[in-house]
């Protein structure tokens, strides 16, 4: 069975944000109203982290896409109550949405602080229902969601690898950020697979995984940018 | 016959608020009481509606007020059983007038401290999804465990002292009886009784100090099983402990000057028992302060820059006038107070009791939001602020845990009487023979 990765390069990111609007509406994640987005409620299931340094006029800004980094020993689903968030048998950190209770619990465990919690259930705003995904369920208020790696595109490949009967292949589908980006900055495959350009660029020196010390296993690595290196 | 019978004419003081019609300062506290509880369950339901948008809580600050109260409230809880248990297999003496309250305190608190998991959750309409698909292996888990366990054994342990005393007020009183009747549970005051009730106080006793002590250990571990900085400290266990029981005491002392001045009981409450006990609180106020001191040195020793981040913001950054008046009440304004016997007096006792519970508060306050407001990721960040429903629901539970408590005392007495008849009776004789049994046989001291 592969074991999906992804791997960001950050000297070609160029903080377009494409990979953020392409997972919000792939997922069907909530537009919340501006005074809720206001009140820190804005949620993503990727976002982009900006960092500034330096000051004007020779301030460096950085951008790195933050999105569930899928650990291999996480530390959201080892206190979960209740079983809603679990490593699953694809080796992806899943979310069950009718059982989770609320308790926030993942969220305070996350190092990464990827999890989002639905604040209030506000309709999507005139013409987005026309747009929902109809894949993905749409979350209802007072529970944690967060990204998938759009695991209902895995899904669909298991079924069509089912059908021609052949073990899901590497190449057989992308979460829809990687898709997005223009720059090819995101990789996505099997990280186990050796032939893979995931796979090989997770082993080179510049792929990094972040807060690496906390022992956490990310299965997302990011590619230092080169200027970071000296 | 049994080796002592308690009387129902005597102590008529005690009885006396149970048996005189409602005073009118119990009906005003009553509605006024009742209506910051009904607001607050307003408040809670317009929560329900419009989802926990209605609070303060953002991200990456997921845990506000409730988790703050909730800690709060289950510490002040071990006030009673554990404090009140440790008294009576000590055999300190002086616990007479003292247990029952803390009795009390333990078991009202403790249902209000383990309703704001409840109110915190997103989705409490699945409540049962914790038994239905509960994981072993969650801190969450095992504090649903143990406050079960602490409610069911403080309130056995409440109830078991209280059937003599139920049994004298069937005796007496026109009023509630069917009440009485059944809460007796059919006490005769035989031997074979009381036999029966010293064995079952005896084994509770020493049956929730444990629990107790289980309880809120397990609550530091919701924080300490993380890996966030400022809570993955192996020290958080016995340091919650600490606290609780340093936060119950003075809970305590604030009730026991209340119904003293309330309902006269300066015969029974004298100034001897707030000295004993205020040595106690102010013991526990050094304990605090030695593992607050522990907690921080090591942190900063380390200087791992998560931690060091979260350890500055808490004590030079925004949560810095938070965090020294913590300092100031939890330790400073206790051990000015309580370290001489002068200033050990029932008015310097009550400013040392509320300064430690807003002390004890802070520090619930400022375990909790800071490591919340600091994360590792450079996130754009948040700050905290409650919002109305969440200090009307703070307040509500205050106010319920004062209704509950008056309510109690109009029902019941407030001062176990058979426990003092029983001291007047026996307890002279007693500690006079277990006294001359630590010192040398006679024959010996001749020869």
């Given at each position: 069975m592969p074991r999906w990765g992804m791997v960001i390069d950050l000297d070609r990111?160029?903080?377009?944000?494409a990979c953020m609007a392409a997972c919000k509406v792939e997922n069907n994640v909530q537009i919340v109203s501006i005074e809720e987005s206001q009140r820190g409620r804005r949620m993503h299931w990727l976002r982009l982290l900006t960092e500034t340094s330096g000051s004007y006029p020779d301030t460096q800004v950085r951008t790195a896409p933050n999105l569930c980094m899928m650990c291999d020993n996480p530390p959201c689903t080892k206190v979960c109550p209740v079983h809603a968030t679990y490593l699953g048998a694809d080796n992806l950190v899943g979310q069950i949405y009718p059982r989770c209770i609320g308790c926030r619990y993942c969220m305070a465990a996350?190092?990464?602080?990827?999890k989002v919690f639905n604040w209030s259930a506000s309709p999507p705003p005139p013409g987005m229902e026309s747009i929902l995904n109809p894949d993905v369920s749409v979350r209802p208020q007072g529970v944690v969601e967060k990204c998938t790696f759009c695991y209902h595109r895995l899904q669909a490949a298991k079924e069509v690898a089912r059908a021609e009967n052949r073990p899901v292949r590497d190449s057989d589908y992308q979460p829809a950020c990687v898709e997005a980006c223009p720059a090819d900055a995101m990789v996505f495959g099997d990280l186990d697979d050796e032939l893979n350009l995931v796979a090989q660029l997770s082993k080179t020196v510049r792929a990094k995984r972040a807060l690496e010390h906390l022992g956490t296993e990310p299965k997302v690595y990011f590619l230092e940018r080169r200027d970071a290196q000296v | 016959m049994p080796r002592f019978e308690p009387s129902s004419t005597q102590d008529e003081v005690l009885f006396r608020p149970i048996e005189q019609p409602a005073s009118r300062n119990f009906q005003l506290a009553v509605v006024a009481l009742g209506s910051i509880v009904l607001f607050a369950v307003f408040m809670y339901v317009r929560q329900l509606v419009r989802g926990l948008a209605v609070t303060g809580m953002m991200q990456p600050v997921t845990w506000g007020f409730y988790i703050i109260s909730f800690v709060f409230f289950i510490g002040i809880s071990h006030a009673g059983t554990l404090i009140s248990a440790i008294l009576r297999i000590t055999q300190a003496e002086w616990r007479r007038p003292i247990t029952r309250m803390a009795e009390v305190i333990t078991a009202i608190v403790l249902a209000i401290g383990g309703l704001h998991p409840i109110i915190d959750m997103g989705r409490p309409d699945r409540l049962l999804n914790v038994f239905l698909?509960?994981?072993?292996?969650?801190p969450l888990l095992w504090d649903v465990a143990s406050i079960t366990a602490y409610f069911a054994g403080s309130t056995v342990y409440l109830f078991l002292p209280l059937i003599p005393d139920v049994a004298l007020l069937r005796e007496r009183n026109k009023k509630h009886r069917w009440l009485y009747d059944f809460l007796s549970w059919g006490w005769q005051g035989t031997e074979r009784q009381w036999q029966v009730l010293h064995r079952a106080i005896n084994i509770m006793m020493i049956v929730v100090v444990p629990i107790a002590v289980s309880v809120h250990t397990v609550i530091s571990y919701i924080f300490?099983?993380?890996?966030q900085a400022g809570w993955h400290?192996?020290?958080f266990g016995p340091y919650f402990v600490v606290g609780a029981i340093f936060s119950g005491i003075a809970a305590l002392f604030v009730a026991m000057i209340a119904f003293r001045s309330a309902f006269g009981l300066q015969a029974y409450l004298k100034p001897v028992h707030f000295q004993q006990l205020g040595k106690l609180l102010l013991a526990m106020s050094v304990l605090w302060t030695y593992f607050t001191f522990c907690e921080y040195l090591t942190g900063f020793y380390g200087s791992e820059p998560a931690e060091m981040k979260t350890l500055l913001y808490k004590t030079g950054g925004r949560y810095a006038p938070l965090f020294w008046t913590m300092v100031i009440c939890n330790f400073v304004v206790p051990l000015a107070l309580l370290s001489h016997r002068k200033l050990r007096t029932i008015p310097g006792i009550l400013a040392a009791s509320i300064a430690v519970l807003i002390g004890m508060w802070l520090e619930r306050l400022i375990i909790v939001v800071p490591s919340l407001e600091n994360p590792r990721m450079p996130f754009l960040t948040h700050l905290y602020f409650p919002s109305l429903t969440e200090i009307s629901l703070f307040a509500g539970a205050a106010a319920l845990f004062a209704l509950g408590f008056i309510v109690f005392a109009k029902f019941f007495p407030i001062v176990s009487v058979w426990e003092i008849q029983e001291g007047r009776a026996l307890a002279l004789q007693e500690t006079e023979e277990r006294v001359s049994s630590y010192l040398p046989d006679e024959e010996v001291a001749r020869a």
């Open positions: 990111c160029t903080g377009c944000g996350c190092p990464y602080s990827v | 698909s509960g994981r072993l292996q969650s300490a099983m993380t890996l400290s192996t020290i």
